[in-house]
């Protein structure tokens, strides 16, 4: 199937201008928040968000993970005075209560972009970028770390059977570990450009640590900058993009019991370099950026219901961002770092907390 064209409106003002329009979202999934609604609750962007403890640093394209009760975050591309200043392999993490992010072992290596996860009780930081230079580059790692059992330390782990970034993660009901499309190399001969990447439909599994990555049943779109999160043992992936066309609403769920994925009910907005996070059986989206008319970030929120096969609004996010993270700890989702414009500009330290 060909891409889904990106939509070129943008803020939900936008999509909320007409009944009609209202009708034809709700048929297509989406329950939207009518316009008298917002009128006679002007502070329905706050409704549900609160804010926690920033973190140490601003960084953007990052994916942090719940371990052991605590938030970690390590890698990502950091900036000093509103500018990016490179890759970055600090490493920190935070607990309910804490009033600080707590300073962590760095990664071996700066990289922007890894995927960090739990899994097997063991903090893993795979794939991602590395730069081979002073400046920010692109050059796609098939490598990753684990942490030691002592927490001493970083050990390397079973290589991935491709290059892979920008890719979704998560750990199925049977216990095994997957990631999921990103982006790799075009060619062999390799450069450090964003444009010499390809998009893919990788989909490989790790069922040990010691083990092995197998091949899974490919996605059934090739595509980068998606999220995604595990509900009823099932890794559901949406949104994202694609390096030679735009963002994508597309909403696929993979079944590790048959070895199989299916559609459901797309997002009501195509949203790339967005963040989401499963709670309570329902998945939540948020943010991300689009570069058409101007470029900027969407400040939209979305809440997926596998038992309604449906999305509902969310109220906005306060300080909408792209190339942010999404972890959920206890009963909220904490939306972390990121960028408050399109591309690398206005970084922030921002940890915001969804509550439903």
């Not at 962007?45 to 994916?63: D, F, H, M, N, T």
């Not at 993490?93 to 804490?98: F, N, Y």
């Not at 991300?288 to 970030?297: A, L, P, R, T």
């Not at 792209?322 to 414009?341: F, N, P, Q, R």
Request: glycine fraction near 12%.
């Amino acid at each position: 199937m060909p891409p889904l064209p990106s939509l070129s409106m943008s803020r939900r003002r936008a999509v909320l201008g007409g009944a009609a329009f209202i009708t034809a979202a709700c048929h297509n999934g989406a329950e939207k928040i009518a316009a008298s609604e917002l009128k006679e609750k002007p502070n329905v962007r706050r409704l549900g968000w609160s804010s926690s403890a920033s973190l140490p640093l601003a960084v953007q394209e990052i994916y942090p993970c719940a371990h052991k009760e605590r938030i970690y975050l390590a890698g990502g591309l950091q900036a000093q005075n509103g500018r990016i200043i490179g890759a970055t392999s600090a490493h920190h993490s935070w607990a309910l209560g804490e009033a600080t992010w707590r300073t962590e072992l760095d990664l071996p290596a700066p990289r922007h972009h890894p995927h960090m996860i739990s899994f097997k009780g063991r903090l893993l930081a795979l794939a991602g970028f590395e730069s081979l230079a002073d400046r920010v580059q692109w050059h796609i790692q098939n490598t990753g770390w684990v942490m030691s059992k002592d927490e001493q330390g970083w050990d390397e782990q079973t290589p991935l059977p491709a290059p892979a970034a920008e890719a979704v993660m998560g750990i199925t009901g049977d216990g095994a570990l997957h990631l999921v499309g990103g982006r790799t190399w075009k060619q062999a001969g390799r450069t450090g450009a964003w444009n010499d990447h390809i998009d893919t439909d990788h989909h490989f599994v790790l069922v040990d640590l010691n083990g092995l990555w197998e091949r899974a049943a490919p996605c059934p779109y090739k595509r980068n900058s998606a999220a995604g999160g595990v509900i009823n043992g099932a890794l559901h992936v949406v949104g994202g993009r694609q390096v030679r066309g735009g963002n994508l609403a597309y909403h696929t769920v993979y079944d590790a019991r048959e070895d199989r994925w299916r559609e459901a009910a797309p997002m009501p907005q195509a949203q790339g370099g967005l963040a989401a996070a499963s709670r309570a059986g329902k998945l939540y989206a948020f943010g991300g950026e689009y570069f058409d008319n101007g470029g900027g970030v969407y400040p939209e929120g979305w809440v997926y219901d596998p038992a309604r096969d449906s999305w509902a609004s969310l109220p906005d996010m306060p300080k909408p961002r792209h190339g942010l993270g999404a972890v959920t700890l206890d009963d909220s989702i904490y939306v972390i770092g990121g960028a408050l414009k399109a591309s690398g500009v206005e970084t922030t330290p921002l940890v915001e907390v969804f509550t439903p």
